[in-house]
């Protein structure tokens, strides 16, 4: 059974930081690019951040360029994201998600909600 649980969440203050995690098992977690996404309110979800397989290299959303960081532990089968300087627009329910590399399966989080509020 695939599962993929995220943890970290939280209420923060504007300009304040949070790092959500995102661990994973029942799949070969190394032939899976890893992905965060997030869902605001009245919104669709959007693609914050992504990471291949090895970790050598990722990509980010425009809007949190120099401000979050993803990164993966493919021995402890986790990948996280480090967000600074949040803003409210960063208010959301944040999801990861495996997609598995050549393949059509793909897995999603239950999500976990970051709120940036003062």
């Known amino acids: 059974q695939v599962q993929l649980v995220e943890s970290g969440g939280g209420l923060v203050q504007p300009g304040g930081s949070l790092r959500l995690s995102c661990a994973v098992s029942g799949l070969t977690f190394h032939y899976y690019v890893m992905k965060w996404y997030r869902q605001a309110p009245g919104k669709e979800r959007e693609l914050v951040a992504g990471v291949t397989t090895d970790g050598g290299r990722k990509n980010y959303a425009e809007s949190v360029k120099g401000r979050f960081t993803i990164s993966r532990d493919n021995r402890r089968r986790t990948v996280s994201l480090q967000m600074n300087s949040l803003n409210i627009e960063d208010t959301a329910v944040y999801y990861c998600?495996?997609?598995?590399?050549?393949?059509?399966?793909?897995?999603w989080g239950q999500g976990t909600q970051v709120t940036v509020s003062s």
């Open positions: 998600k495996a997609e598995g590399l050549g393949s059509d399966s793909e897995y």
